[in-house]
Nanobody
Framework: QVQLVESGGGMVQPGGSLRLSCAAS????????MGWYRQAPGNQRELVAV???????NYADSVKGRFTISRNNAKNTVYLQMNSLKPEDTAVYYC????????WGQGTQVTVSS
């Protein structure tokens, strides 16, 4: 089963940027849609961005215009560029297929605070 390792999180001030990476232990080319999810304390995990193998993307309204998802199948990696970060973006971020196709990784913590 493919394992996923998320990285790139950290603490940033409101308005700042971060780039998250998700490295897969195996091929993701067979997974048509890959997504980034996030889970804030006390909340359910939510899907925030999706990218298909043909480059189609979709975003939650809360991140539209600020986040950009991309994928590199040759490197088995999915990225999430996050700009204009807000305190409400604070969460643990995960990647997986959309719908989820494998066990969840550990995620990477993103904290937006002044």
């Amino acid at each position: 089963q493919v394992q996923l390792v998320e990285s790139g999180g950290g603490m940033v001030q409101p308005g700042g940027s971060l780039r998250l990476s998700c490295a897969a232990s195996g091929s993701i080319s067979s997974i048509y849609a890959m997504g980034w999810y996030r889970q804030a304390p006390g909340n359910q995990r939510e899907l925030v961005a999706v990218i298909t193998n043909d480059g189609g993307t979709n975003y939650a309204d809360s991140v539209k215009g600020r986040f950009t998802i991309s994928r590199n199948n040759a490197k088995n990696t999915v990225y999430l560029q996050m700009n204009s970060l807000k305190p409400e973006d604070t969460a643990v971020y995960y990647c997986n297929g959309s719908p989820p196709r494998t066990i969840w990784g550990q995620g990477t913590q993103v904290t937006v605070s002044s």
